[in-house]
Every structure is written in structure tokens, then in C-alpha cells.
């Protein structure tokens, strides 16, 4: 158990939906990361937040969107969703950012897009 | 840009070594190492920074050389529990981690 948490763990939804995905990062852990890990993209980072503020930016569609709240808790949120973005999303945090710090991934959420 | 992993996949007996490379045709600032087995979350083996320093986990090290931009994971008298995937991450100084698409570990009795 990493200590990250994400919920919920499997979501089904329809096309032109929109979700939003849960994490919850390690106790005292500032950053979070967001990854979307599919079978023709592999892991691809999307987006992080430092402290409440969007740090570094991946491949993230503007359908994406994410935020830190000051509880430190992120969400993604993914709107008029696709078929293609089914995929497993992980959620990560790490202790900080100015020198590269392990990141702990949590147990993911599956969407399924039908 | 995704760093290039090689070989995919590797078969090996228990107490076997194996070696996985990761490329960049980029200069890093950085090389993560994870292990991700089928159903769970990567997991944190080794982080690698630019000076080429050689690192380890168990039995498991890895390398960086920073002219070359590769890093080289060495799994040593491997274990039925080092079966999984291991991804190498790159990263170039700008906080974004760029993940090769992966080796496949098996390791049999």
C-alpha cells in the first residue's frame, strides 16, 4: 500500500459524460501527478500540482481538467468523453519538486467509456 | 519525447541475470526506474541523477550514463517476485517524467 488513495476504482459511463476522479495523496506529500495508462499509449503523465498550484503540464486534452484543493486532494476531471479515453488513470504524489523525488502511485481508477 | 526501452520482453530461470536499457535522444536530468505487475500500481524501485551514479535496490541496480543519455537496469540472481513490467521515466529538468513503453520480466522456476 502506497498510501495514495483514489476513488473509485472502476467507473462505466457513456460518451459525451463527463467524470471525476478522486485522489487523495500521501500524508505530507505536496505534489500529485495525474497518468493515463492505456495499451497503445503506455503511461503518459498528464498534469501536476505542487502545493495547490499547476506546476508542470503533459499531454492533457483540454477536455481534461485538474485541480489541488488545500487539503491537498486532487481531481481529475474528464468531459465529453470518447471511447479512446477509456483507459486506467493513476495518481501519484511525491514529497516535493525541486529536486526529483520518487513518486508513489496509487491504485488507479478504470474508466470505461461505452 | 518517450525514452526507448529494450529488449520488450525477457524470459529468464530463477537465480538468471537480465539487463534492461532505456534511451533518450534527449539530455536528462534524470532516470526513474518502476515495476508494475499485472492488475497493480507501478512501483518506486530507483531514481538516478545526472553524475552517473550507480544505485541499488536488493538485488537490483541500475546506471546512468549521463554522455550516452541511457540508463541500464540490472536484475541480478533474479526471483520468481521480480516478474512484472519495468518502466524507465525520464525526465529533463522540467518536472514532466516521459515513460518508455516497457519490459516485460518474466521469471520462472
Known amino acids: 500500500d502506497s498510501g495514495v488513495t483514489q476513488t473509485p476504482k472502476h467507473l462505466i459511463t457513456a460518451t459525451g459524460q463527463r467524470v471525476t476522479l478522486r485522489c487523495s495523496p500521501r500524508?505530507?506529500?505536496?505534489?500529485v501527478y495525474w497518468y493515463q495508462q492505456s495499451l497503445d499509449q503506455g503511461l503518459q503523465f498528464l498534469i501536476q500540482y505542487y502545493n495547490g498550484e499547476e506546476r508542470a503540464k503533459g499531454n492533457i486534452l483540454e477536455r481534461f481538467s485538474a485541480q489541488q484543493f488545500p487539503d491537498l486532494h486532487s481531481e481529475l476531471n474528464l468531459s465529453s468523453l470518447e471511447l479512446g479515453d477509456s483507459a486506467l488513470y493513476f495518481c501519484?504524489?511525491?514529497?516535493?519538486?525541486?529536486?526529483?523525488?520518487?513518486?508513489?502511485f496509487g491504485p488507479g481508477t478504470r474508466l470505461t467509456v461505452t | 519525447q518517450q525514452p526507448v526501452q529494450s529488449p520488450q520482453a525477457v524470459i529468464l530461470r530463477e537465480g538468471e541475470d537480465a539487463v534492461i536499457n532505456c534511451s533518450s535522444s534527449?539530455?536528462?536530468?534524470?532516470v526513474h526506474w518502476y515495476r508494475q505487475k499485472h492488475g497493480e500500481a507501478p512501483v518506486f524501485l530507483m531514481i538516478l541523477l545526472k553524475g552517473g551514479e550507480q544505485k541499488g535496490h536488493e538485488k537490483i541496480s541500475a546506471s546512468f550514463n549521463e554522455k550516452k543519455q541511457q540508463s541500464s537496469l540490472y536484475l541480478t540472481a533474479s526471483q520468481l517476485s521480480y516478474s512484472g513490467t519495468y518502466f524507465c521515466?525520464?525526465?529533463?529538468?522540467?518536472?514532466?517524467?516521459?515513460f518508455g513503453a516497457g519490459t516485460t520480466v518474466t521469471v520462472r522456476a
Open positions: 501519484a504524489s511525491s514529497a516535493g519538486t525541486e529536486v526529483p523525488y520518487e513518486q508513489y
Open positions: 500524508s505530507g506529500d505536496l505534489s
Open positions: 534527449k539530455a536528462l536530468y534524470s
Open positions: 521515466g525520464t525526465e529533463v529538468g522540467d518536472y514532466k517524467l516521459s
